[in-house]
């Protein structure tokens, strides 16, 4: 259609109000977190085969990349993706894997040689159905329990090297420019999940009373729900500004981090605060304030952990200390 990546941010935002993050969480799946580098750097014949299906909603796409002993840290996975003539074999294994258990392709991220571990790693398109994968558990969640979430494993599963996204040994970077719109759409999910939280908070405080009045009439609650709406609009903002960098072609890992580094920290603040408002009814399953406090709280682990923004940002700021050679 010839649209930009910003027609992706306002898609995203409108899926904030859904209420749960579930959904919009697969959502944003399929269409920003397991397809960007295929549409960038995939040929047309992968393309074909398992971009289209993908945007047409024919088939469910996953993204394969954390382990059980490497999360944030992207660098270290151990699966391997091993050259046999015209195949790979792939040996290994995924954990937190978003619809895992009913996708029809990964975006598999394997290690492809034994070279340097930002260098030795490969992007390809992985069938599902496939001998030798093992979806191992759904696992329970705290939240966004609305989405399937796997553990899976890879048992000399073959798949033809035509399968391959890109150049091999370039995953990982094809994979960092994936995390940036990841990141960022991320945001945009959040946004009006926000305001529509601090609204429905503003209508039940307005008619809920205490002691005579409205709980909304005292000023501590008042003043708490403009300092969160200032917040929400400041974050907002951000999110923008990093937008119109990243289509003007610019690097925005630095404020794509700071997004989503502030809307981790501004879910848990914003939940909690209204949490408190709706005092024992927020203690319950009935109302969507205690389902925001427990699906929002993967804002700041999902798509790389609090800590790790904090030390990308750091990167850029050249404050982050150097490592020491042995």
Known sequence: MGLDFSYSIAVAEELGNIHCGGIPMAIGVQSDMATPALARFGSDELKKQF?????????????????????????????????????????GGKMWITSGCQADWMCLLANTSEGPPHTNKSLMCLPMKLPGIHIAKKID???MRSSDTAQIFFEDVRIPSKYLIGEEGMGFTYQMLQFQEERMCGVALSLDMFDNLIQETIDYTRQRKAFNQPILHNQVVHFRLAELETEVELLRSLLYRAVVLYLGGNDVTKFASMAKLKAGRLARELCDSCLQFWGGMGFTNEVLVSRFYRDSRLMSIGAGADEVMLSIICKYMDTLPKRQKP
């Open 51 to 91: 971009l289209a299906p993908t945007i047409a909603g024919d088939v469910v796409a996953c993204l394969g990349v954390s382990e059980i002993g490497a999360g944030s840290d992207v660098a270290s996975i151990q699966t391997k993706a091993v050259r046999k003539g015209d195949d790979y074999v792939i040996n």
């Open 141 to 143: 969640k705290l939240g």
